[in-house]
T-cell receptor
Framework: DSGVTQTPKHLITATGQRVTLRCSPR?????VYWYQQSLDQGLQFLIQ???????AKGNILERFSAQQFPDLHSELNLSSLELGDSALYFC????????????FGQGTRLTVV | AQSVTQLGSHVSVSEGALVLLRCNYS??????LFWYVQYPNQGLQLLLKYTTGATLVKGINGFEAEFKKSETSFHLTKPSAHMSDAAEYFCAVSDFYLGNEKLTFGTGTRLTIIP
């Protein structure tokens, strides 16, 4: 158990819909990262938050957004969903103070039908 | 931009044989390098990491990796494969020296163990 909790584990939704994925980081970790894993793109970094502020942005679509709340949990919002958004979405957390590894959650498997 | 290249998307070894998974990196700054393992329907688990100091890094489950700057490599090895090692392995490089800690992953190597 990495200590990072993601909900839900599985999500099936229709094209055009909006979903929210939730992540609770390990106790004490201030940084949260979101990654997307798909067969064609592999593991892609989406976005990082540190203590409520956006720190780094990767290949995140404009239809996607994220935020980190005062209690440090984070949400990834995916809207106007397309079939190609079907993937495994991982959250990871770290202290954010450098020289530390990221701990990954079990992921949310999103299926868009 | 930093990147890693994993040579071989699939590797098969016999139980008890040497495991060698290859990773080469490209980085404009001193790299922080990681190996993660992903078991079916699981998240990623850290096997080992190199930041600074000793170039031979030991990790969990008997794995180790050697950082070779001259070869820009960080290959993962295990002397004797076990059936439980069957999984997908990812090499990654961190942007730590560029101001954040996001990871850039390789495409992964699926390791199959032959009984």
């Amino acid at each position: 158990d990495s200590g990072v909790t993601q909900t839900p584990k599985h999500l099936i939704t229709a094209t055009g819909q909006r979903v929210t994925l939730r992540c609770s980081p390990r106790s004490g970790d201030l940084s949260v990262y979101w990654y997307q894993q798909s067969l064609d793109q592999g593991l892609q970094f989406l976005i990082q938050y540190y203590n409520g502020e956006e720190r780094a942005k990767g290949n995140i679509l404009e239809r996607f957004s994220a935020q980190q709340f005062p209690d440090l949990h984070s949400e990834l919002n995916l809207s106007s969903l397309e079939l190609g958004d079907s993937a495994l979405y991982f959250c990871a957390s770290s202290t954010g103070r450098g020289n530390t590894e990221a701990f990954f959650g079990q992921g949310t498997r999103l299926t868009v039908v | 931009a930093q990147s890693v290249t994993q040579l071989g998307s699939h590797v098969s070894v016999s139980e008890g044989a040497l495991v060698l998974l290859r990773c080469n990196y490209s980085s404009s700054v001193p790299p922080y390098l990681f190996w993660y393992v992903q078991y079916p329907n699981q998240g990623l688990q850290l096997l080992l990491k190199y930041t600074t100091g000793a170039t031979l890094v030991k990790g969990i489950n008997g794995f180790e990796a050697e950082f070779k700057k001259s070869e820009t490599s960080f290959h993962l090895t295990k002397p004797s494969a076990h059936m439980s090692d069957a999984a997908e392995y990812f090499c990654a490089v961190s942007d730590f020296y560029l101001g954040n800690e996001k990871l850039t992953f390789g495409t992964g190597t699926r390791l199959t163990i032959i009984p």
